[in-house]
């Protein structure tokens, strides 16, 4: 009798739902997945309420583990002090790569998760080679990069299929405020 494969366990930073669903799609056959949803970046609170709701939601569909951030907008607008004016793809967005990520990486380790990586990467607005640069200060990142395959193309076909929240900013407000990209 062959042994059953154990998956090695990977915690997924999700920024989104729609985002998070061509990563479950792509990770699940290899990987034993927890899901973690820490955007403080995002304002205000009821835009970070609902874009988590509808993460509630996914998990539900899939049967995966969710672990919930505490909220706390003030202290990630600390790291964003004096780039309140920088564009989209700025210092800003890197400085907010680092804090999410960050703490990403401290929860696959309180959790016993052996590697963790993040869904920041489906988007075409962010740039890859940043999130990775940034991610690999942590020596349990896994560096994916979820674009390939048509990846942003699927997220948007499995959100409308399953109903998912598609919001029209990035997160924080200052990108709101001065946006280079529609999402
Ligand atoms: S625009 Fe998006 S990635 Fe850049 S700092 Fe704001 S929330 Fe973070």
Same mark, same amino acid.
């Given at each position: 009798?062959?042994?059953?494969?154990?998956?090695?366990?990977? !915690?997924?930073?999700?920024?989104?739902?729609?985002?998070?669903?061509?990563?479950?799609?792509?990770?699940?056959?290899?990987?034993?997945?927890t899901l973690l949803f820490s955007n403080s970046n995002i304002a205000?609170?009821?835009?970070?309420?609902?874009? !988590?709701?509808?993460?509630?939601?996914?998990?539900?569909?899939?049967?995966?583990? !969710? =672990?919930e951030d505490a909220y706390d907008h003030a202290a990630w607008c600390? =790291?964003?002090?004096? !780039?309140?004016?920088?564009?989209?793809?700025?210092?800003?967005?890197?400085?907010?790569?680092?804090?999410?990520?960050?703490?990403?990486?401290?929860?696959?380790?309180?959790?016993?998760?052996?590697?963790?990586?993040?869904?920041?990467?489906?988007?075409?607005?962010?740039?890859?080679?940043? =999130?990775?640069?940034?991610?690999?200060?942590?020596?349990?990142?896994?560096?994916?990069?979820f674009k390939k395959n048509n990846g942003f193309a699927r997220s948007?076909?499995?959100?409308?299929?399953?109903?998912?929240?598609?919001?029209?900013?990035?997160?924080?407000?200052?990108?709101?405020?001065?946006?280079?990209?529609? =999402?």
């Amino acid at each position: 009798m062959t042994a059953p494969v154990v998956k090695p366990s990977l !915690l997924l930073h999700v920024c989104c739902a729609p985002c998070a669903t061509h990563c479950i799609e792509t990770l699940l056959p290899h990987y034993t997945l927890t899901l973690l949803f820490s955007n403080s970046n995002i304002a205000p609170q009821a835009e970070y309420v609902q874009r !988590l709701e509808h993460v509630r939601k996914l998990v539900t569909l899939h049967g995966l583990p !969710l =672990i919930e951030d505490a909220y706390d907008h003030a202290a990630w607008c600390t =790291i964003a002090r004096g !780039l309140e004016h920088e564009p989209e793809q700025s210092h800003r967005c890197r400085a907010c790569f680092a804090h999410n990520l960050a703490r990403a990486a401290t929860f696959a380790r309180q959790h016993n998760l052996a590697q963790f990586t993040t869904t920041l990467t489906v988007s075409p607005h962010k740039q890859t080679p940043v =999130i990775f640069e940034v991610g690999r200060q942590h020596a349990n990142f896994l560096a994916m990069d979820f674009k390939k395959n048509n990846g942003f193309a699927r997220s948007i076909e499995l959100s409308r299929k399953h109903g998912l929240y598609r919001q029209e900013y990035c997160g924080c407000e200052f990108g709101r405020k001065n946006p280079k990209f529609e =999402i």
